[in-house]
């Protein structure tokens, strides 16, 4: 996530991508699976509709942006030229970088499932939500309950602006927008949406997911972190992922480096134990801190799927005691 933007934007400009969202997306949509992603280049296979004349207010398409960069990874088209710059530069060093977006999404999706099925989780805190995309988090939460209740935070115009156009919730239950950023964990525990959404003295699924990792060291990582797992109730959950380095040789760290400094957007890869200590004193489901692809993987799963080098994130699920 980047920083915080201001709020005023251009109500001709977000009628327009309201608009359009509707009449080109539709309500219900399906599991991201390898299939409906294209994997060739993204420079010359993804069809990009948005540009800098069209950028709602408070936006400076000259900069890339995680959520934007991302979504150009999973093949959309929400994107501005900075953002598509910023995903090549980083796919030059990392050239699987896209199975990394595809699997790290998975991986949310059956942790979403897991703790609705298995641990009855009906709320539901993502921070760094992006674009949406097939199988978003309260999707997958009230098809399982209808009454589960999710708060979404970015803050990106573009994000919020499909995010409240295209996350509706099930009349049972509530889903809810706030603008904000990680690094303002107090801003938003504070949000009265927040509150008006979820009931913190109820446990929380706490999603993390490909976020952290924008997180600097100079941005106090674990402490902002830290402020928001103090504020859940016992029996709450913590999801993260988190970029690693962990399966690459010097030469290709030295490489996924450079492309990282180049594309624009301060990030920090971490090792399986640095990820591990945002779940100090909590307790990590099995198999602990790992491969996304490890972590209650799908049997399905076919003989092509990405090595764990290929993807390199680690991911974990851990319980508030």
Not at 139 to 146: K, L, R, T, V
Request: glycine share 6%; net charge neutral.
């Amino acid at each position: 996530m980047g920083k915080g933007l201001p709020r005023r934007r251009d109500r001709r400009v977000r009628r327009s991508w309201l608009e359009k969202s509707r009449r080109s997306t539709p309500k219900r949509v399906n599991p991201v699976t390898s299939g409906t992603i294209d994997h060739a280049s993204t420079r010359s296979k993804t069809r990009c509709t948005v540009s800098a004349e069209r950028a709602p207010r408070g936006i400076d398409p000259s900069k890339p942006h995680p959520a934007r960069r991302y979504n150009y990874w999973l093949g959309g088209k929400d994107n501005f030229q900075a953002d598509r710059v910023s995903g090549e530069a980083v796919a030059s060093g990392f050239p699987t970088i896209r199975h990394a977006a595809i699997e790290n999404r998975r991986f949310m999706q059956r942790a979403v499932r897991y703790l609705a099925e298995e641990e009855g989780i009906r709320q539901f805190l993502d921070v760094g939500t992006g674009l949406p995309s097939a199988g978003n988090v309260h999707e997958i939460a009230q098809e399982i309950d209808p009454a589960s209740r999710i708060v979404y935070v970015d803050n990106d115009p573009i994000v919020l602006v499909h995010a409240r156009a295209l996350l509706t919730s099930s009349p049972e239950g509530a889903t809810a927008y706030l603008d904000s950023d990680l690094r303002e964990p107090r801003r938003i525990l504070a949000d009265p949406a927040l509150h008006k959404t979820l009931d913190l003295t109820e446990p929380v699924a706490l999603m993390l997911v490909a976020i952290t990792h924008f997180l600097t060291d100079e941005d106090d990582a674990y402490g902002t972190v830290r402020t928001l797992v103090d504020a859940l109730a016992p029996g709450s959950f913590v999801v993260i992922t988190n970029a690693t380095q962990d399966h690459l040789t010097p030469e290709e760290r030295a490489a996924v480096d450079e492309a990282n400094q180049r594309s624009g957007i301060p990030f920090r890869n971490r090792s399986a134990d640095e990820v591990a200590r945002f779940f100090d004193g909590l307790d990590l489901l099995a198999p602990g801190v790992g491969s996304v692809i490890d972590w209650r993987p799908d049997p399905a799963r076919d003989d092509h799927a990405p090595t764990v080098k290929q993807v390199s994130m680690h991911g974990a699920v851990a319980r508030v005691p």
